[in-house]
Structure formats: structure tokens, C-alpha cells
């Protein structure tokens, strides 16, 4: 049973669109991410789910029912707030206990649902402490607790992590992840931060502009980037200019500027003719010494030379150029002291497998047609 | 100029330590207690001679000499001597708690309106409120009276209150929007998502938190009202209060009573600020230590 539903979802504030026709469902039990930088809709997105922003067009279903206009106290939604908003004049009790007193529920089982709560988040016996007096991971998790003790059917959190310093937030993710799995409630859960969006999601969608790039399971968006700016915002990766030669069947050929021509699953190309973007990831490259290939060079291949080489403990980083002057990243793993590294200046021949390779639409910066095209073709993929 | 100032500031750190910077240090020690003194001095004497006045025992009229202890101005027969005293202290309570109570709801209500809401005409309103206050009393006063007159409202205590709501509310709104314009409004939005309407919300987040606001504009007013002399003898028409009371009786004598009953007031206001700072002790030794973690 889907859990949200989201048709048409658009918020104009006076001068912007900060939220453009998104289409979304959510499965019962998700833990699902709005990934995207600062200012691409997140927040207002979440805000028009939670009943705290009234949408300028489109539908918002909660568990099948039309929630869209309901204001925030009739929706079985609860918020963990990007600054948490605790209630300062309360103590942590008091504060967890708000929603259920709400309810009318007996005193007694709220002092045992509070307590319980507490048991969950890991905060035993601070139910007299003041929320000034906690450090900012303890109400993180007070405000956790606050809206988790209501079980609702859907819990809202909006960078409930970014305020922390890193090592918690570390810790943080692994806790979240653990409660969520203890409740079983469907999460939707905002950043910024991709890695976070990775480890914690069942599956993300990656917003820019108020629209959604990409939906998909973490090793799907950051394998098989639909756009280039999904294939930009989760990790490095390298884009290469190419024309389609040929579809022959599952494989597809495509013609790199540098000269090159390079194979991919023709499932995976946004068009079947034309200009596009050819792209592989950093790690998914092998590197050879030009005059010294051999038989464990891959398929898709091009000649390149070495501009620097970063050693950074666990791998070590090539910065190369092609021969139309493109940049390409390469990682390779340190697997031993026998793995010989390739010095500034080296020619060398980068391969991949087709398998690797991934291919997003060439937008002609000025126009806004192309990305308009790309969003559509997002929304069908969902 | 400049130059040379800067140059004695630079060099001064290495004269610190030197002998002559000394004297001039000691100079310092006696020199800020000895003003703060002053200071103090010159805002608690005027309330000092009233309470202490207030046990003087005048043979004459006139109670602006020391002439003997007594407590007898105290004893409630005497406190309560003259009837029109007793009316006018009895109406100057019922405006100063009536006007302070409509008041101080008008204006927090205000208050929060232009702190939560962008509105036409917000920043006029803004200003407009500054009006009341900048404006001469007399001039407030000889206005109202003529609107009552135009208008033909009759004179008394009813006339009283509006004058006194009308230049009350000023004080509340900006008393209370420096504690509203700090609020997080995301603590409605919690509000509203764990199931409280916005009523509830109101009365169990936004009300408690800005209410130090409220009750501090709230005595603010209370004590603007009780001693205000201009604004009231120009709407009072035959109703009297202390002020006036005072002033009629300033020509033939101000009893000790004035002063007793003065003191009475100004004892309540300080047992109020002893009891919450006491209060404010108490919660913060309760209060467990902070943990880390
Ligand atoms: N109340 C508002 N009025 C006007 N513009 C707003 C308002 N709220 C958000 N915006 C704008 O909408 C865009 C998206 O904001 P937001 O959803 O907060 O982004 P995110 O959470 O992804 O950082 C931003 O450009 C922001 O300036
Ligand atoms: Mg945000």
C-alpha cells in the first residue's frame, strides 16, 4: 500500500517556483530521501507534506486519502524540525508527552509511552532534565522521541543531522536507521549530504531546481545517473562528448569527440539518436602504461595522459587528460605495495567495462527545453 | 593627532607594569563605588523620605519635618481616616487594574500581529505607536476631552479607563514584541504537528513563553496608570484618584496617610520582585546538573 502520494505537487512563492510538478509515491515502511543542495525545494516540499504550506497546484495522498489543504493537526504526520523546536519552557517529559496529552490519552500510559520512548533513543531517566540543559545530539533525539511516541504513520525529518559535528552524525545515522527498523514507520528524510542519503535510504530522490532529477535506489542513482547533474552531485564522475552511432539490439555504440567509440546497454541512452553525454565512474576505470597494454585492458577504451597523481592512503587518485583536452578522474585502489604508481606525464590507455558506462542527455545551457524533457522522462521512470 | 594617540595606546602595555601607572589604579578602586553610590543614591532617596515620612509625627499640617516616630499612621483607623482618600485610592485601583488588563490583551495581541504577519499598513502601525508616547500628555489630555465633550460622553471613571487603555497600549505592544520578535515560530508549527489546534497551541507554547513579556508590561502599565495626573484631570469630571486627590490636598497639607499608603504600594512591588527573583533562584538549584553526552 503506498504510504504518500504526491500528483502534481507545485509551490510558487511570489517570485519563484521553489517546487515544480513533483510526482512521487512512497511504500509503507520506506525509508526515502530527498537529496538535493541548499535551496532546491527540500524543505518546502516536506513543509507541504506536513500541512505547514498550503500547495499552489497538485494533490498530497496520505495512506489514500486526500490530505492536500488539511491543516498540520489533522494529519497522521509527525516533524522532526531542521532546528528540532523543542519546547524550552518544558522539561524532556513534558516535551515528548505534548502530542499524546493532545490525544487525551491516559495519564498513566503516557508516562509509560514516554518512557519507553526514551528506552528507544538511547535517553534513559532524563525525563526531569530542561532542553537547555542537553547537548545538541541529546534533543536531536528528543525531538525524535517527541514525534515518534505519537506513532505516526509517516515521519517527517528535515536535516534532523545537521547541526551535529561529524562523528555523531555518524553515529546518528546508524541510530536512525536502527529505530526505524525497531518502529517500523515510513521515514522521509532530507539532506544535502549524499553519502548520508546513501547509507541510510531504501531509496532517494535527487531534487534540484524544485524538480527531481533521478528516483531510484542509492546503487541505481549513483550507478546509472540519469542526468547530468545527478551524475555530478553523488560522488566524481567523468563525462565524455559523444554522438549515437548505432543500436544494435541490447548494445548501443557510441562515437566519443576524442575519437574513440565506446559500447553501453542500449536500455541505458535517453535517446536513440544524436548528441549525448558518455559517463564512467572514477573507480570504475582501469589504468595502464599506453606502451605496456595487455589483455586486462576492457572494452571501452581511450588514450590519455597523466596530469598528476594524488596518493591518498586507501587509493590513489589520476588526474588525466584526453586528447580533446577533457578531464578524466581515475581511482585505483592500493592493493599492495606491489601496485606500481603511474608518474605525471605518462601516456596511458583507460578502459571500462560497457557495463559501466552510463549515459545522460547533453542540455544546451541556454535551454531549458532539454531539462524540461529529462524531468519528464524522471517522472515516467518512477 | 591620531597618530599620537595611537602611538601612547601601543605603548602603553609596556607601562603597565611600571610605578606611576599605581596611583592612578587606586584612584579607579574607590572612585566606580562611590559613583554607582551616587547613582543609587539619587533613585532610592526620593522613596526613602516617603516611607520614612510616612512614621513621622507632624503636630501641624504640614508633615515636611522630622518631629517624632510613629507607627499610628498605620493603624487602619487612622490609615483610613479621610473617605474621599479611601474613594480616590479605591478608583485609582479599579482604573489602574481594569485599564492594565484591556490593555495589556490589546496590546499583545498587536504585538503579535506585527511580529507574525506581513500586513499593509504594518510599518505605519509600527510607528503610529509611538505616537501616544511621544506626545505631551497635556496635549493627549485636552484631545481626549474634547472628543468626550464632541461626542457627548459623560465624564467619570469610565472616561478615566479609556484614557488610560488609550496610552497604555504603546507601552504593552513594545514591551511585548522585544519577547515576541525573538520567538521561533517553528514552535507553533511543532505545536500544530503533534495535534494541537491553533487555540491550544496559542495557550500551551506561544502564551507561557512570551507571559514574562505580557506580566512585564503588565506592571509596567499598572504603575504608568496608577500615578498618571495629566491625561486624568482633564477626563476625570467629578471622579477622583490619588494623584488628583494628592495634588487638591498639596495646598492645605498632604497627610501622612498618603505616604503610608504609598509605601503599601511600593512594598507590594517589591515583595513581587523578591518573590520571583527567589523563585528564579529556587528552579535554577533544582535543576540537575548538565550533563554531556
Ligand atoms: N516563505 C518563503 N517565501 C519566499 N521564498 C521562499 C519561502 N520559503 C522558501 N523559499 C524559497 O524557496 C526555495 C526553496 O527553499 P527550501 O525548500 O527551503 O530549500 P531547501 O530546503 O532545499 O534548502 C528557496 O529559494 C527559498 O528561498
Ligand atoms: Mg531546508
Known sequence: MPDIRLEGLTKEFKEMVAVDHIDLTIEEGEFFSLLGPSGCGKTTTLRMIGGFEDPTEGHIYLGGSEVTGLPPYKRNVNTVFQSYALFPHLNVHDNVAYGLKRKKVAGDEIKSRVHEMLDIVDLPGYEQRRINQLSGGQQQRVALARALVNRPALLLLDEPLGALDLKLRKTMQLELKRIQGDVGITFVYVTHDQEEAMTMSNRIAVMNAGHFEQVGAPQDVYELPATEFVSGFLGASNLLEGEIESVNGPTAKVALELGATVALPADRLPTRQGRIGIGVRPEKIHIQDASAADASSRANAIEAMVRMSTYTGVSTSYECRTSDGSPVVVYVQNLGSSSVSIGAGTRVRLSWDPEHTFAVKRVAKAEDDGDKTATAMEGART | ?293
Do not use: C
Open chain 2, 1 to 293: 593627532m591620531a597618530t599620537t594617540t595611537e602611538r601612547i595606546a601601543r605603548r602603553e602595555p609596556i607601562d603597565a607594569t611600571a610605578p606611576p601607572q599605581k596611583p592612578r589604579k587606586r584612584r579607579k578602586e574607590w572612585l566606580l563605588p562611590a559613583y554607582t553610590g551616587l547613582v543609587i543614591a539619587y533613585l532610592f532617596v526620593p522613596i526613602a523620605i516617603m516611607i520614612l515620612f510616612g512614621f513621622n509625627n507632624p503636630a501641624g499640617r504640614y508633615n515636611f519635618q522630622w518631629e517624632g516616630f510613629t507607627l499610628k499612621w498605620y493603624n487602619p483607623t487612622t490609615l483610613l481616616e479621610y473617605e474621599d482618600l479611601n474613594d480616590a485610592l479605591i478608583n485609582s485601583l479599579t482604573v489602574a487594574i481594569v485599564s492594565t488588563l484591556i490593555a495589556t490583551a490589546l496590546g499583545t495581541l498587536i504585538a503579535l500581529a506585527l511580529t507574525r504577519h506581513r500586513f499593509r499598513g504594518r510599518s505605519s502601525l509600527n510607528l503610529g505607536l509611538f505616537l501616544p508616547m511621544a506626545s505631551p500628555e497635556v496635549v493627549l489630555g485636552v484631545s481626549l476631552l474634547a472628543l468626550f465633550v464632541s461626542i457627548n460622553v459623560p465624564l467619570g471613571l469610565v472616561t478615566i479607563i479609556i484614557a488610560h487603555i488609550m496610552f497604555s497600549i504603546s507601552f504593552v505592544v513594545v514591551t511585548v514584541k522585544a519577547r515576541t520578535s525573538g520567538f521561533d515560530h517553528n514552535l507553533e508549527d511543532a505545536a500544530g504537528d503533534l495535534g494541537a489546534d491553533p487555540w491550544t497551541a496559542f495557550w500551551t507554547v506561544t502564551f507561557p513563553l512570551i507571559f514574562p513579556g505580557i506580566l512585564a508590561a503588565g506592571l509596567l502599565v499598572f504603575a504608568l496608570s496608577i500615578d498618571d495626573y495629566v491625561i486624568t484631570s482633564f477626563n476625570a469630571g467629578g471622579a477622583t484618584t490619588i494623584p488628583l486627590w494628592v495634588y487638591g490636598a498639596s495646598r492645605i497639607g498632604v497627610p501622612p496617610q498618603v505616604n503610608v499608603m504609598g509605601t503599601l504600594l511600593f512594598s507590594l512591588g517589591l515583595l513581587y520582585v523578591i518573590v520571583s527573583l527567589w523563585r528564579g533562584r529556587k528552579a535554577e538549584a533544582l535543576a540537575p546538573p548538565v550533563g554531556k553526552g
